[in-house]
């Protein structure tokens, strides 16, 4: 009889090309960080050694993909890339009418600016900052109807992106069902740390908005690791394919806008799906307007066909446990060494807890940009701040508005990393968190914009 070994995991690729990484001292680091402003967004990336900044656009393609880049068809109108894309679409998550769109904030632009008016109210779960920047910029209102789970990170909740129905209920009630022109469940939810929101609550959800009468929309920019999330962790759903699981996220939901930089496994593009042709029609005039004619909206043909092919890639199981499996790798390390992370740990990064990191620096000195700071010249790693920065002022009061959270976000491109590097992370926060007692300030603004200030905003040490 042969008797079964266990092997270690190994991701279900290798490596065909490489970029070069840069090495420089941490003096030097310190002395850059100051001239960019204590801004991460300013370094050129040479500057950078390990960039967690974001998964968005940064994952590496797979040779499909870029044989799909040669095949591009780059008709104005009526591309075939667009047909092998809508074909793909259709096939995953069963829409039949596609609007692509250059990213996915240009497809909250233009579904927006179809559907949404001044006044109104969008109640969801923890919307991404540019969904709330769009809709703030309409001068309605997202209220964000998240479980009271999220916003602590030691406890542990399989489904941390899940919406509180109750609450969803209450806000319906209060604001009136007329005034709110769809909920948004974002999945995986990134604003709380990539967490997943179940098929249970996407369906009571779908419940509540069916008594009132209102439409549901989804932004689906991380669909199939929301889907891996629930195949490993909602019972009812563990022999089901991922697949399946996708088709049923999407069952009765009205429209969803993906930004296909992340779970498309692409370096641009995103794109608007449903099957309401009433609305598509509507919101093609602002696809024409903002993006470009129908067939392409602000993508190129090369780059639909490689989204047709990542869109399904991501999908495969063995892709997506190693991907999730990471980053739970890079968490269990991290834990080791003492780092209060959100968990249990989500799909796309690791979310360090920088009020626990820096308990003696105020929410008004912006520790997790102190703690990004920190690590970048420690390490050369550029992670980004969720917290009061990112959440701007009150538009209507000027106010500045304090998260719950203050955390440092270290996003894990896809397919980019190895475990080394992993290694390399958990030791430089390590250091960091020896020495994070001796930062007795935090950080001050000198300049900064009205909306979305983080990507432009200019600091200086208190
Ligand atoms: N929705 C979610 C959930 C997102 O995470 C993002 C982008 C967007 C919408 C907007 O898409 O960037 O293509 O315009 N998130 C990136 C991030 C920027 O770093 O998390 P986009």
């Known amino acids: 009889m042969i008797k079964k070994m ?69 008709s104005y109108a009526g591309s075939e890339s667009f047909f092998k894309l809508k074909k793909a679409v259709k096939k995953i998550m069963g829409f039949n009418l596609i609007a692509p769109t250059h990213q996915g904030r240009a497809a ?4 927006f600016s179809a559907t949404l008016k001044e006044g109104q109210v969008v109640p969801g779960n923890a919307h991404f900052d540019t ?11 997202a209220v964000d109807c998240t479980i009271k789970e999220a916003f602590d990170t030691s406890t542990y909740h399989p489904f941390k992106g899940n919406i509180d129905i109750e609450k969803l209920e209450n806000v319906i009630i209060k604001y009136g069902p007329e005034t709110i022109p769809f909920i948004v469940i974002t999945v995986t939810c990134n604003t709380v740390g990539g967490q ?40 009812e759903y563990k022999e089901w394919s991922i697949k399946a699981i996708i088709k049923e996220m999407f069952r009765d939901i009205d429209v969803v806008w993906m930004s296909s930089k992340k779970d498309g496994l692409v370096n641009i593009g995103g794109f608007i799906a449903l099957n309401n042709y009433e609305l598509f029609e509507k919101l093609s005039q602002f696809t024409i307007i903002y993006e470009g004619f129908v067939t392409y909206g602000g993508m190129s043909g090369r780059s639909m066909g490689a989204l047709a092919v990542g869109l399904k890639e991501a999908c495969d199981f063995h892709y997506l446990e190693d991907r999730i499996g990471q980053v739970a790798y890079l968490g ?29 620096i105020p929410q008004s000195e912006f520790p997790a940009q102190l703690l990004a700071v920190e690590l970048y010249i420690e390490a050369g790693i550029r ?60 950080l001050v603004i000198k300049k900064q914009a009205e909306i979305l200030r983080h990507f432009t905003v200019e600091l200086d040490r208190k």
């Open 383 to 442: 992670g980004v701040e969720i917290g009061t920065l990112l959440a701007d002022k009150d538009p209507k009061t000027g106010k500045e508005r304090f998260p719950e959270m203050e955390l440092l976000r270290l996003a894990i491109p896809r397919r980019v990393y190895s475990n080394a590097h992993m290694d390399y992370i958990a030791e430089a926060m390590k250091n960091v968190k020896n020495r994070a007692k001796e930062l007795k300030k935090g």
């Open 6 to 74: 266990k092997l270690p995991h190994i991701p279900p690729y290798k490596t065909k090309m490489i970029e070069p990484v840069y090495f420089r001292s941490k003096k030097a680091r310190s002395e850059k960080i100051k001239e960019v402003n204590f801004n991460l967004f300013n370094l050129h990336s040479d500057w950078v050694v390990i960039d967690l900044i974001t998964d968005s656009g940064t994952g590496a393609m797979s040779e499909q993909q870029w044989a799909e880049i040669m095949l591009g068809d780059e």
């Open 332 to 360: 269990e390390k991290l834990k080791s060494f003492g780092i209060p992370i959100q968990e249990p740990t989500g799909g796309h990064a690791l979310y360090i807890d920088a009020k626990k990191m820096l308990p003696q």
């Open 196 to 235: 997943p929101v179940s098929l249970e609550n996407i369906t009571k959800t779908k419940e509540i908005a069916k008594k009132y009468n209102i439409p549901v929309y989804m932004d689906i920019a991380r669909y199939a690791e929301n889907a891996y999330f629930i195949k490993i962790r909602e019972a």
């Open 108 to 111: 909250e632009n233009v579904l």
């Open 131 to 141: 969904t709330k920047g769009h809709i703030e910029f309409r001068k309605a209102k």
